[in-house]
């Protein structure tokens, strides 16, 4: 029902109001998916949302999760204006509620620690134009999502870990139960994300998670670890533990913390010196629990459903070499800039992202990307093939050999100067049709090429959501990947063109993810 600029839609749980905007396109902003995961429901599974009486304005965007934004995180996304523990609500965008469009369920990035639903980048109006109902979600971040124990077992649902990922799971949940009052069809969901985002819509797919609430898949740029980098129940158990004594209490009685409190206490504690001697890295979700999650990507196979998958060209510059649009240096690390420091950095990276019998040595590593140039270009190219695009080529792979299908895209569109190459993200607005928002076109409007690379991977993407196959856009002969003749679309520097992975000498390094 429409009066004036007032679209009215009556879900199962009642009665909500949203807004016309341009383009016949209907949003709903800040809508819950869930009861608010606050006091005696912290850090337990998401429960069941409970109906409203009268309507709801769903016109404004609800509080983003609970976390601490800064350093490379602020290229995605602006500065935080509202933010709650209670941040489990969902936004839809949708060509008209009286029909049957597809829908694109999309999970954002950040390390499973910044990000919301709501972000300029992610806005679903471009994509709604095009036919396609879009969601994008709210979950928990940081210790609140992600804290694991067996003295956490939640006694509804038998699980101790993987907050955030049950979260995603009950938004899925939702999008059955509700979406086709928005004109969506619950029968034909794509299920997406970026980054963290990318590698948990794996995650879900591989373990058949929420089965038969989506039927495609797609992940850009998402970090498809084994151990070391994610972690097993009693890795992430001492993890917790640890951070109970820093606060002074013991884990049951992290539930009785203060959720404000706790975020920042924890992102502290997660980034602190005392931690990273100790144990490297947060230890949070997502944690192989054996219950939710039995196995990681790399042994958990292909998932169900056709995938389409890729990586950007220069991946590893979002934590080495970023820029802001001001110029301002806010990649978190430096990459080495001599041989004896290469090597010493290559061997730290073969043994946190190819823990195999027989991995290489770091002295091969550089010789086999020797082309790359310096040693940080040395550096660069090999952790962008490590740590997404050799991981990414053997999911692929898995896919083609179970006989599910992927399409596998490679992101080469450089960012205008002070930009350098094509960092980990950069593609997103560039899906989303975001690029002229103020926040990036700043960062992304100097290019000749970029509304056209964007116009031809939202047509992409559109006919994949469509029909599974985004080779079926206009002008776009894009085959599926055979691991026999491996091929990708590259989208940039200044067209789309299907070519053979780059670099096969430093992929070769890694011949347990790119066989």
Excluded at 55 to 83: C, F, H, K, Y
Aim: glycine share 10%; hydrophobic share 40%.
């Amino acid at each position: 029902m429409t009066q004036g600029n007032t679209v009215v839609v009556d879900t199962p749980y009642g009665r909500l109001a949203g807004e016309a905007q341009d383009g016949g396109v209907a949003r709903f902003l800040g809508i819950p998916y869930a009861k608010a995961p606050v006091g005696a429901l912290r850090l337990r599974g998401p429960r069941p949302l409970e109906p409203w009486t009268g309507t709801r304005d769903a016109r404004t965007p609800a509080p983003a999760s609970l976390q601490t934004l800064g350093g490379n995180q602020v290229w995605m996304n602006e500065p935080i204006a509202r933010q709650s523990e209670d941040c489990l609500y969902l936004n839809v965008w949708t060509p008209g509620i009286a029909g049957r469009a597809p829908v694109l369920f999309w999970l954002h990035g950040g390390q499973t620690r910044n990000g919301h639903g709501a972000a300029p980048g992610i806005d679903g109006s471009a994509f709604a134009q095009r036919g396609i109902v879009v969601v994008t979600i709210n979950y928990r971040l940081g210790g609140l999502g992600g804290l694991a124990h067996p003295d956490l077992e939640d006694d509804a649902t038998g699980f101790c870990a993987n907050w955030s990922m049950q979260d995603k799971l009950a938004a899925l949940d939702w999008v059955g139960r509700c979406i086709a009052v928005f004109g969506g069809d619950p029968a034909r969901v794509t299920l997406a994300g970026q980054s963290s985002g990318g590698a948990n819509a794996v995650m879900i797919a591989q373990h058949r998670l929420a089965e038969g609430r989506y039927s495609r898949l797609i992940a850009q740029s998402p970090p498809l670890f084994r151990p070391p980098m994610f972690v097993d129940m009693d890795a992430a158990a001492e993890y917790t533990e640890a951070f109970a004594v820093h606060v002074g209490t013991n884990v049951t009685g992290l539930r009785e913390r203060d959720g404000v409190e706790l975020q920042r206490a924890e992102h502290a504690f997660a980034y602190s010196a005392e931690l990273v001697a100790k144990m490297g890295r947060p230890r949070t979700a997502p944690v192989r629990d054996g219950r939710l999650l039995r196995a990681w990507p790399y042994d958990a196979g292909a998932a169900a459903v056709p995938a389409l998958v890729g990586w950007t060209r220069e991946e590893a510059n979002f934590w080495f070499d970023m820029h802001d649009g001001e110029g301002k240096v806010i990649s978190p690390m430096k990459a080495p800039q001599s041989p004896e420091e290469l090597a010493k950095r290559l061997g730290g990276l073969i043994g946190q992202h190819y823990a195999f019998p027989d991995p290489p040595a770091a002295a091969d590593v550089a010789s086999a990307y020797a082309d790359s140039g310096s040693p940080a270009a040395i550096w660069r190219d090999a952790y962008t093939d490590l740590v997404f695009r050799a991981p990414v080529l053997q999911f692929a792979g898995a896919q083609a050999r179970a006989g599910a299908r992927a399409w596998v895209y490679e992101f080469a569109h450089a960012l205008p100067s002070p930009g350098r190459g094509s960092p980990h993200a950069t593609d997103v607005p560039l899906v989303f049709g975001t690029w002229r928002h103020p926040h990036f076109s700043c960062k992304l409007a100097g290019s000749p090429f970029v509304e056209a690379l964007s116009e031809a991977m939202m047509s992409a993407w559109v006919a994949f959501v469509i029909d599974g196959n985004p080779g079926s856009a206009a002008g776009l002969a894009w085959p599926a990947f055979d691991p026999r003749d491996p091929t990708v679309m590259r989208f940039g520097p200044a067209r789309a063109e299907v070519i053979p992975p780059e670099r096969p000498r430093g992929l070769s390094c890694w011949p347990r993810y790119a066989a």
